[in-house]
């Protein structure tokens, strides 16, 4: 999905041109179910069901910068379940059927791009979901599940009110959840006969090691940056000190341990 990020980085960009291609943004209905309330309507068909898809890994929703738009809080960590990758490989199905359903030659210029950009987009996705089992998680460059936990703590998640504090904790008191089903995830990549190299096993240990500071909450890179970046908000020292050990708690229980089990 991390992958996918800067792809749906640039299809966000046409998705917000209007039908006769200003540059005005308007922000899509809130996501039921289904493609579409509409789904006679290009626009419809775009603009909902990327809200459905996107709305479904809450981390991708925090690297494009949409949680402000959807209204929706930055407190969840994506589902990497199998039964997850499935649904939303159904989803992509129907997404692509709905926008199939309308011809290229009726489309304005601006459209052809979002149609083009998102039908690529959603084949990749799904080729992606398809050949899950064939993709090892854990490993040491940038597109692992590992590297992609500390990006989001150390990065993308924002930090700029207390709200965004209260979401990036209940995220990482969620990450034994998620790291559960990555393990899962390796386990039925072995089932597959499905394993990485020797040495990108040795490395990825070192750097495993390296990412939980040897137990030490305050050694990590995430209390690192979330103590750095909650002491620039112009909080009180005492309520700065409340977070700062909250999340020291918090990593020692729930994000250690979890490092330690990868």
Not at 102 to 126: A, C, F, G
Not at 177 to 201: F, H
Request: hydrophobic content about 40%.
């Amino acid at each position: 999905i991390a992958a996918l990020t800067a792809g749906f980085g640039l299809l966000l960009t046409a998705c917000t041109a209007s039908v006769g291609d200003s540059t005005t943004t308007t922000a899509p209905p809130p996501a039921t179910t289904g493609v579409t309330s509409d789904p006679s309507t290009f626009e419809g068909v775009v603009e909902a069901s990327f809200r459905i898809l996107v709305e479904r890994y809450p981390e991708l929703v925090t690297d494009l910068g949409l949680h402000e738009t959807y209204n929706t809080r930055a407190d969840e960590l994506d589902d990497l379940s199998a039964a997850h990758a499935l649904a939303s490989s159904d989803l992509i199905t129907e997404t692509l059927e709905a926008l199939r359903g309308h011809e290229l030659s009726d489309l304005s210029p601006s459209e052809r791009l979002t149609y083009e950009s998102y039908e690529w987009n959603l084949e990749t996705w799904q080729r992606d979901i398809e050949f899950r089992l064939h993709d090892w998680p854990v490993h040491f460059l940038l597109t692992s599940y590992n590297q992609g936990v500390i990006g989001l703590f150390t990065q993308t998640h924002p930090l700029s009110n207390r709200n965004q504090i209260e979401d990036y904790l209940a995220r990482v008191e969620k990450i034994p959840t998620q790291v559960d089903q990555v393990l899962t995830w390796m386990d039925d990549s072995v089932d597959a006969g499905v394993l990485p190299p020797g040495y990108v096993i040795d490395i990825t240990l070192n750097q495993l090691a390296a990412d939980t500071a040897g137990g030490s909450a305050e050694r990590t890179a995430i209390f690192a940056s979330f103590s750095e970046r909650i002491g620039e908000l112009g909080l009180n020292r005492a309520t700065v000190d409340a977070y700062r050990a909250r999340a020291a708690e918090l990593i020692e229980s729930a994000f250690i341990p979890s490092g330690e089990r990868l």
